[in-house]
Structure formats: C-alpha cells, structure tokens
C-alpha cells in the first residue's frame, strides 16, 4: 500500500516560497538583465553587453566612473566604522547587563530597544533638532555654532550617531539571549580556577556566542552596504558629495527628474550585490576558521 504523501508542510512554506519569488527572486534576476542594457524604465531595454560596466569600472572621464568611486568610498567610510561600534556596542552592553550588580534589566533592555521601532524618518527628524544649530540640544550644552551636518568630519558623526541609537538594541537583544544560554557552571568554574571578569569574557563568553556573532556581523555589513536613508535625511550626501553612498547614486540615476539611467544604475547595484556577497563569506570564513 502507497503511503499517501503529507501535503500540509507545502501549505506553510508555499506562500513564502511564492512571495519570495515574486518579489525578490524575479526583480533581483531582471535587475542583471536590466544592467547589460541602455534603459529609461519607460521604452524596452536595448542590450548593450558589457558597456555599462566598462563606463562604471574604467571610463575615468564617465560622470559615472566617478559617481560609483565616490558612492563606493563612501559607503565604505559608513560601513568600516558603523559595522564594528554595532557588534562591540551591544555585546558590552549585553554583558553590562547581565552583572549581577544591575537592577531592572528587562527596563534598560526596553529602553535600548526601543529607538529601533521608531521609522528612520522620525528618527531624523529628532536627531536633525537635537544637532541644530540653533535650537538644538547639542550646540545649546557646548556654547557651539557648528553646522553638524554641512561640515566635515561632523556629517559623518551625525549620521554614525543616528545609525548606532536606531541599531544596538537588535543585536543586544540577540547577545543577551546568547549569554543567558550559557552554563552557569562554566562561570563558577572559572572563578573558582581564578579567572577574573575579562579571562571570562574571551575564554568562555564570546566562544559560546561564536554563532550569533557571525550572523549579526553578517547581516549588520550587509546592512551597512546598503545605507540610504541616514544620510539623504540628515546630510543629503553634503557637505561636497562626502556623505553620498552609492545607493543614493542609485536612486538619483534610476529614478531621477530626468532621464532615468537605469541600465547604469542597475550595473551599480550588482556591483554592490557582488561586493557584499564576497565580504559576507569572507566574514563567515574567516570567524569558522578562527573558531576552530
């Protein structure tokens, strides 16, 4: 006798595989084909082979030979510096409030997590009136004038600002689960062998959460890559083009009040997608081989 084939798994994955198809799978695919081609989002694509990569990677003289080198720079100052302060900031945090010292954890945790559910354009805006330069909190506290997000290297520091208050309860929160799931006994064996607070930290703590770490490191640079929102809202990519990251270029070629580029724009994008790929496994490679 036939054993009758259990269909109700395909009831619970199908609608994810279908929207995953349909909305990431599908565009993403047309995307690669878009960047090999000269399109205006309006009439067809007319294929062009490999000429908008050659004008992004080589052409000196292209406007946008110019725009991917200072969109890559930029994007790459964003994520060399916010990727670090998003790992490091939220595992001390996370270790601070598992001392035994600290009272209403469950309220600090809240208080941290809190700034992540708030959209990033009401977070702007709050962070846009503390570091004005008038009224704001900032300048008010240090007898200040400065223009915070039309001077350099302030521009910077406001968006860095704005990014770590919105991001660190995420990771603390998947920290702090990590480190309650750790035997106890393996901390009262240590102290009973002599190991102080820092001894515990790298010997038993951040091997245990040696999984954890990877994944938001992962996903964290991942993110970074693909900065848009903080500085269009809090810097508009001045003072200069200093703060634009390539997405912002992006955006402005495919969906500008002009002619849209978007063939070009498309061509930036896999050339993101292509850097964040091999820097996440070359994350993941390396933090398994180290753990090892």
Do not use: C
């Not at 009224?135 to 008010?140: A, F, H, Q, R, T």
């Not at 991001?167 to 702090?176: A, D, E, F, K, S």
């Amino acid at each position: 006798m036939k054993k009758k084939m259990n269909l109700s798994p395909i009831f619970f994955v199908g609608p994810h595989i279908i929207l995953f198809i349909v909305f990431i799978l599908l565009p993403s695919l047309y995307g690669i084909y878009a960047s090999f081609t000269q399109w205006n989002l309006v009439g067809d694509p007319v294929w062009v082979g490999l000429d908008n990569y050659k004008t992004i990677l080589f052409d000196q003289d292209s406007t946008f030979h110019y725009q991917f080198i200072n969109g890559m720079k930029n994007t790459f100052i964003f994520v060399g510096i916010s990727v670090p302060l998003m790992i490091i900031i939220p595992l001390l945090i996370a270790v601070a409030l598992e001392h035994k010292g600290v009272k209403m954890k469950s309220f600090f945790q809240s208080i941290i997590y809190v700034p992540g559910l708030i959209s990033i354009s009401a977070a702007a805006l709050i962070w846009s009136l503390i570091f004005n330069k008038q009224l704001g909190v900032v300048n008010n506290l240090f007898g200040s004038d400065t223009v915070w997000s039309a001077t350099q290297p302030f521009a910077w520091i406001v968006i860095f600002v704005i990014t770590i208050w919105a991001g660190v309860g995420g990771n603390m929160i998947i920290y702090r689960a990590s480190i309650n799931g750790v035997p106890k006994d393996l901390y009262e064996s240590a102290q009973i062998d002599g190991a102080g607070p820092i001894r515990q930290f790298f010997s038993i703590t951040l091997p245990s959460i040696r999984f954890p770490l990877i994944y938001t490191l992962v996903m964290t640079t991942a993110g970074a890559f693909n900065v848009f929102a903080q500085p269009l809202m809090m810097t508009a990519g001045g003072p200069r083009q200093g703060t634009t990251v390539l997405m912002m270029y992006i955006r402005d070629l495919a969906f500008s009040s002009g002619e849209s580029i978007a063939g070009i724009a498309s061509a930036m994008a896999v050339l993101l997608g292509v850097v964040i790929l091999i820097i996440s496994a070359l994350q993941y490679y390396l933090m398994n081989r180290n753990a090892s």
